[in-house]
């Protein structure tokens, strides 16, 4: 959908309302387009063990050797 500047200045709470519901919209001036409304993209967080998991079964791929002790400190340093 595309709107016009003053158009969306004056409905921005139902604009947002339509966003949030997954819709796109395209801001123009004079026909012209100069921003998008889009919803936000949710992260994709890996729990602790499962991001533990992950470099285990890289390692297995790569062949690469890492200690427990090294497993360990990676997993310290993505809690700071």
Known sequence: MEIGVYEAK???PKL?????KGEVITITRHGTPVAT????QKENKLSIKEAIEGLIELKKRVNV???PKELRKMRE???R
Not at 16 to 20: A, H, I, N, Q, T
Not at 37 to 40: A, C, G, H, I, K
């Open 65 to 67: 050797k890492v200690s």
């Open 10 to 12: 004056t409905h921005l």
């Open 77 to 79: 340093t993505g809690r």
């Open 16 to 20: 947002l309302e339509r966003v949030s």
């Open 37 to 40: 409304l889009s919803p936000v």
